[in-house]
């Protein structure tokens, strides 16, 4: 089938839509989620959410790492964390309970992998609201090595005007606070670094650096880049 609409919705953020594909530019078959007119997530181009799940995690000196992941979409970064052998427990917050389901029901090729990792839970909620009030992401774990975040196209374009706070001095403060020492803040962008968001990050972590990840874009035969901040909290006192 060249195309194919999986599943529509209606969801207070707009009409949420996924759908699979065949494209001949590619010769593969391609999954799609869009809320309205803006694509959120395309297997077409997955390269720079993975890079969040391996560099976000790259220099965490720990054997067993507790990570978050906010955002599932395609479940690309979430199955890069669970590749990571040290990985103990991934939780994965979206406010979209249609794409967590989804996954559930194997609509989305990822799903299966998740579903079946012991270490891995999917939970429906705002992770900008748990972050504003403080609620653990997990219940057992109320601080975590790694938080990883793919939700907005980036610090100033966002999804929604309520995400707006996490992008704040008083934002990063709540969210700092809930890494272990040495832990890891990654945020995934669409747009080129921004050197007054990353000027905010080193105000709230011990070491900051925006990395510019390059991935072919097939439809455009070129190349093209999105951009990964990632900040680390003060190690623990020796």
Known sequence: MRFEELDWRATPLGELVLRRRWDPAVDAEVHEIKLDDEYLMSSLFTVSETELGVRGL???DHDEIDVVVGGLGLGYTAKAVL????????VVVDALAEVI??????????????????????????????????EPFDAARPKVHAILVDIDHSPRHLLHPGHADLYTPAGLDRLRDRLHPGGV????????????FTGLLTRHFEDVRAEVVTFPNPL??????????????????A
């Open 58 to 60: 790259a220099g965490i």
């Open 83 to 90: 590749s990571n052998a040290r990985v103990a427990s991934l």
């Open 101 to 134: 389901e989804w996954h559930e029901r194997g609509l989305i090729p990822a799903g299966t992998a998740l579903r079946a990792d012991p270490r891995c839970r999917l939970r429906h909620g705002d992770f900008f609201e748990l972050v504003r009030t403080g």
């Open 185 to 196: 803040f990654a945020l995934w962008s669409n747009d080129p670094p921004d050197e007054d």
């Open 220 to 237: 455009q035969h070129r190349e093209a880049t999105s951009t990964l901040y990632l900040a680390t909290t003060a190690p623990a006192a």
